[in-house]
């Protein structure tokens, strides 16, 4: 453990403690404590410091490695944190780590990306607020067996949602809707031989507690934040630890499990649905995902087509039952 | 094109070309003539010089991207070719490459690998005098569609050999064998989404031209090399380029043709092999590859079982006919 998180162990712990105590306790030099307090102030941590000692009075909205480790009750994921204020992509970050070997589990968290990526391709609009995390996963799989994968993703943190009372749904693949508006997306990224993955990193996009208006006004309308979902900031460090111990749990089913768990969180299967594909677009009901999370549409000439990738729309309202 | 490059052009053009006259062709000064001469002979031409001028006496055996581009017939593979003296692993720095954005086609060579990589986590011996090379592909395929192109690169080298009167057939699923000996592997590594391949690399590692007693005895009883097949070392740079071609053709064409390609290069179907896979041994006739390159293996009892990936062994001789 490092100084600063040391100290804000003691501080936690004790409430006022003297720099003199502080230091002897971790065998540092009053310098270095106190370079370490002006660290944690600089993040945000409002420390009070008199003539007795230090008192922490607040802890920031951050998602510090040290702010997140105390919540989490995971085996793997999140183990090992890397935080950013500022970062590219932490998709990007997170797939170096994984060449470079890092352990399963490691997490990428970033303030802000710059660079953000989403599916195909395209930009991720990330402010600060948000939660903007990428995972590194090492399963012992083909690349073929993959997409289930990230279907476990999207079940996460749909269930994650529903235990702080946010009903959220699961758009085929794998966006996160509120009221039909999407509210988190998932960027599975993989590398690997023909034959066996080598690492895979899911990257999750959550429009957490940051206003609507910080998103482009061509999005705005078909996305929401959980803030205006709930009228409130949500507690996005008790959130990222719970999406990972929710993950930790799903990641370990047998595939058909996982779709199960997909269809039941769903809200595309039974509806009528668009796909828009490289091919063309798929229209018709969407009937049911196959054993690889491909999504068949049955069209009303009774003809079904198997669709592995596209955009999917719903044209119809939530089926009843 | 840069001074060294553009001088070995004159020199084979012109026979005796003075220093003056190769200054005032390519506008430089009299030294940089001087320094591209000696970096020419440094890494082995034979370049003489009198008080009239230079005088090109021996190409040395290097696979320099000059000496393989006037021999390339294709219009993308290993159109860009960065070459090595010795280097880690080139699927590595194909990657690398790749995931700097370098178009497809784009070839990575190096005499010598000191860290070769082969499937599933292995090593591959890589000495002097062998082809060690990786070419980066940007195919628009879905990652579960990646394995066709891997047979594409086998199925490139056996003709390419079979073209320099070497007969070569391949065993499933990419191992190229000359009298039931190794001679080449293929390891591809994919990066993508789960719908799409961003970059496939492809590893060529090609015993040509050094002893067989370079590598090590527990493969060497396995291996093979062109040199001790053919009696003579063979022109590797024209090899290259040769099988540049052929791969730029077969690569262009449907899975099913690959496949057909394939299995008439093969010498795996019609034999009795056993495949050791990650859940245990598949033992029986090899009957076929299906649509996705998977081999589908006939045991005693009739049963038919599809292999995704393994290592096979050929255990009958070749079926006659």
């Known amino acids: 453990m490092n100084t600063a998180d040391a100290i804000l162990d003691m501080l936690r712990d004790k409430g006022k403690v003297s720099g003199e105590a502080i230091a ?3 065998k540092v030099s009053r310098t270095a404590v106190w370079k370490a307090i002006n660290t944690l102030r600089e993040v945000g941590y409002v420390i009070e410091g008199d003539a007795k000692g230090y008192v922490l009075t607040r802890t920031p909205d951050l998602l510090l490695p040290q702010e997140v480790n105390g919540l989490l009750a995971t085996k793997t994921m999140g183990r090992r944190i890397e935080h950013h204020y500022t970062i590219g992509s932490t998709n990007e970050r997170a797939r170096q780590l994984a060449e470079e070997g890092c352990p399963e589990g490691t997490l990428v968290i970033s303030e802000v990306q710059e660079t953000g990526k989403g599916r195909i391709g395209r930009s991720w609009v990330s402010p600060k607020g948000g939660i903007w995390m990428s995972l590194v996963l090492k399963p012992d799989i083909r690349p073929r067996d993959a ?3 990230t279907l476990a993703g999207g079940v996460a943190v749909t269930e994650a949602l529903s235990r702080i009372g946010v009903q959220a749904t699961l758009k085929w693949p794998n966006d996160v809707l509120v009221n039909e508006r999407k509210v988190c997306g998932i960027l599975t990224e993989m590398s690997g031989e023909m034959e066996r993955v080598h690492y895979i990193v899911m990257g999750f996009g959550l429009n957490a507690n940051f206003p609507l208006e910080d998103l482009p006004s061509e999005i705005r309308s078909r996305s929401t934040t959980l803030r205006k979902e709930m009228g409130e900031a949500v507690e996005r460090k008790r ?20 779709i199960e768990r997909w269809k039941r969180a769903s809200s595309t299967i039974g509806r009528t649905v668009q796909v828009v594909t490289k ?3 798929v229209k018709g009901l969407a009937k049911d995902l196959d054993g690889t999370g491909a999504l068949i549409v049955r069209d009303d000439a009774g003809q079904e087509t ?7 729309q719903h044209l119809s309202g939530l089926p009843e039952g």
């Open 24 to 26: 002897n306790r971790l």
């Open 147 to 149: 997409p289930v994968l």
């Open 239 to 258: 959130l990222v630890a719970d999406i990972m111990k929710g993950f930790e749990a799903v990641y370990g089913e047998a595939p058909s499990s996982i």
């Open 279 to 281: 091919k063309g677009f």
């Open 306 to 312: 198997t669709v592995y990738s596209g955009d999917c």
